[in-house]
C-alpha cells in the first residue's frame, strides 16, 4: 500500500501444481494418424487436498493458482475443465489455471513473481523450487 492507495495491493499468491489436487493417468491415443501419441486424463480429485487448500486460502487471504506442465502432457483444456468443474460444485480454491511449457520454464518466472509465498508440488518435484518449493502436508 503507498499513500493510503489499496488498489495497487496484490494479495500473497501460492501455486499449486495440479498433480497435487487431481489423480491423473496417461492414455495412449488410438487412431488413424496417431502415432505414438499420449495424453492424460484426470480420473479423480483430491478432496482432502483441495479442502486444506480452501481452508488455507479462506483464512489467510491467498490468491491460489493451478500450475500445469505441457511437457508432463497437461492442456490448458484439462486446467480449464478442471476449475469448471469446481466451479460447478462450488468448492474452487483457485482464481488462475497458467499451463506453462515445463518446470524449467516455470522455475525461471518464480523471481519476478514478488508476492508469491510458494509453490505446492509433489515430493518428488518439490526441492526444484528451491526456498519456494512446499508440500501440502508440510503447511
Do not use: C
Not at 48 to 61: E, F, H, I, P, V
Not at 83 to 102: H, Q, T, V, W
Amino acid at each position: 500500500m503507498k499513500g493510503g492507495d489499496i488498489s495497487n495491493e496484490s494479495p500473497p499468491r501460492i501455486i499449486v501444481v495440479i498433480d497435487v489436487v487431481a489423480n491423473s493417468e496417461v492414455t495412449d491415443e488410438k487412431g488413424l494418424f496417431k502415432f505414438n501419441s499420449k495424453s492424460r486424463e484426470v480420473k479423480t480429485l483430491n478432496h482432502l487436498a483441495l479442502s486444506k487448500l480452501w481452508s488455507l486460502a479462506d483464512k489467510y487471504g491467498l490468491s491460489v493458482e493451478l500450475a500445469g506442465y505441457k511437457s508432463e502432457l497437461w492442456t490448458q483444456e484439462i486446467l480449464d475443465n478442471f476449475m469448471d468443474k469446481l466451479d460447478r460444485r462450488g468448492a474452487n480454491p483457485f482464481n488462475y489455471a497458467e499451463m506453462y511449457e515445463s518446470i524449467e520454464d516455470f522455475i525461471g518466472d518464480l523471481p519476478y513473481r514478488s508476492n508469491l509465498k510458494g509453490v505446492i508440488d509433489i515430493r518428488e518435484r518439490v526441492a526444484r523450487y528451491g526456498s519456494w518449493g512446499i508440500e501440502l502436508e508440510n503447511l
